[in-house]
């Protein structure tokens, strides 16, 4: 870290960190590379694991804390069969922060703060801030329709304000940020930090391949797309060649493709149809998705693999927030974090210029 600025706010005292910047658990992209950059810029990293097997997961961990001393959390699929396995996991190794996608049940919060970590669920919705931060969830993070991935139609500016207005716990913003002006902007709302995911992909950090990254920078503000052909669900992708012929495709295309990418999916998590079947049930019950969608959220990690790993645009897909359109370099993590807090601190210290009492008004 080379910035001496800092700002100190509920998230930080929270969990550690220097600066209250989250880069977000993002499937094949979050690894223990990206984790550690993040870390030693005094960033919170996140360690994605829903696209690794647990052993993959505990290599990854013992990797990360070989590489920085400093705190990191790893993101957990709530509805995982393996869910508790994974948070003992975290117990063991002693990892500071354990976030989830989707809400947790409350024995994985209770385990969890019974051993310090820290519990940083995503939320989408007020009702859903105030569910878990009645079991005990000590932040939340949103996620307004801007963001990348997965992601739902409200912005960040009415989704932060009204989850704000529901809980009393730190609340991180999510979804349209990637400068000092965004931080300065959400520090003002209220919030306690931002997470970033696509700056934090299109940086010399990030493990994508350099040629993909390259293709990121060429979009702009209209360069992406919601789209629900992918798994069922909402989701914004870099609008490439291979979603506009999803979008385009045929109902039997579609589902050939599926059922292919489902195979792929069980031999590279190296789980059984009983276990694959056992996930999609749960993930049924506490998403209300229908069997089609469930068939279709298969596709999610070979098609996100095929393009961020393998860096075949033809075959995979991209996820991207709107914030592509404004991005243009590709800084390492220290370079992008310091120059969000200098900007943030630069921006916050002329606000009270711009407030007068009423002796001032009137004289």
Same mark, same amino acid.
């Given at each position: ?221 209209? =360069?992406? !797309? ?5 798994? $069922? @669900? ?8 291979? +979603? /506009?012929? *999803? ?59 095929? =393009?961020? !790993? ?5 075959? $995979? @897909? ?8 404004? +991005? /243009?370099? *590709? ?33």
């Amino acid at each position: 870290m080379s910035t001496t600025n800092r700002i100190r706010t509920s998230l930080t005292e929270l969990t550690g960190i220097q600066h209250p910047v989250v880069q977000t658990g993002m499937g094949w992209v979050a690894g223990p590379s990206l984790v550690t950059a993040t870390a030693e810029a005094g960033g919170l990293g996140i360690l994605a694991s829903a696209t690794m097997t647990y052993d993959e997961l505990e290599k990854a961990i013992v990797e990360t804390k070989s590489r920085t001393d400093k705190p990191f959390g790893v993101n957990l699929r709530a509805d995982a069969a393996d869910a508790m396995d994974r948070v003992n996991l975290l117990i063991k190794y002693g990892v500071k922060v354990a976030s989830f996608a989707l809400a947790p049940k409350r024995e994985l919060i209770d385990k969890l703060k019974e051993n310090d970590a820290v519990v940083i669920p995503s939320v989408g919705l007020p009702r859903h801030a105030e569910k878990v931060a009645s079991w005990g969830a000590d932040a939340v993070m949103i996620q307004g329709g801007e963001g990348g991935g997965h992601t739902g139609a409200t912005p960040t500016t009415l989704l932060l304000p009204t989850v704000l207005d529901a809980v009393d716990i730190p609340v991180i913003a999510a979804g349209g940020f990637f400068d000092g002006r965004g931080l300065a902007a959400a520090l003002s709302y209220g919030a306690a930090g931002i997470g970033m995911g696509t700056r934090f992909l299109l940086t010399s950090d990030s493990a994508v391949p350099e040629h993909i990254k390259k293709r990121y920078l060429e979009f702009g503000l209209d =360069g992406t !797309v919601v789209t629900t052909k992918a798994d $069922g @669900m909402p989701h914004r992708l870099l609008r490439t060649e291979f +979603i /506009d012929s *999803l979008e385009s495709g045929s109902p039997l295309g579609r589902m050939l493709g599926t059922a292919r990418r489902t195979l792929q999916f069980k031999e590279l998590s190296g789980q059984t149809w009983l276990g694959l079947a056992r996930d999609g049930l749960r993930m049924k019950r506490s998403t209300g998705r229908s069997w089609g969608q469930m068939m279709l959220a298969a596709n999610t990690p070979m098609l996100l693999k095929a =393009g961020l !790993v393998n860096g075949d645009t033809q075959a $995979g @897909m991209l996820a991207s927030g709107q914030v592509v359109g404004v +991005i /243009d370099d *590709l800084p390492t993590c220290e370079q992008l974090v310091d120059r969000i807090i200098d900007d943030a601190v630069e921006r916050l210290s002329v606000l009270p210029g711009f407030v007068q009492n009423s002796k001032d008004a009137l004289a």
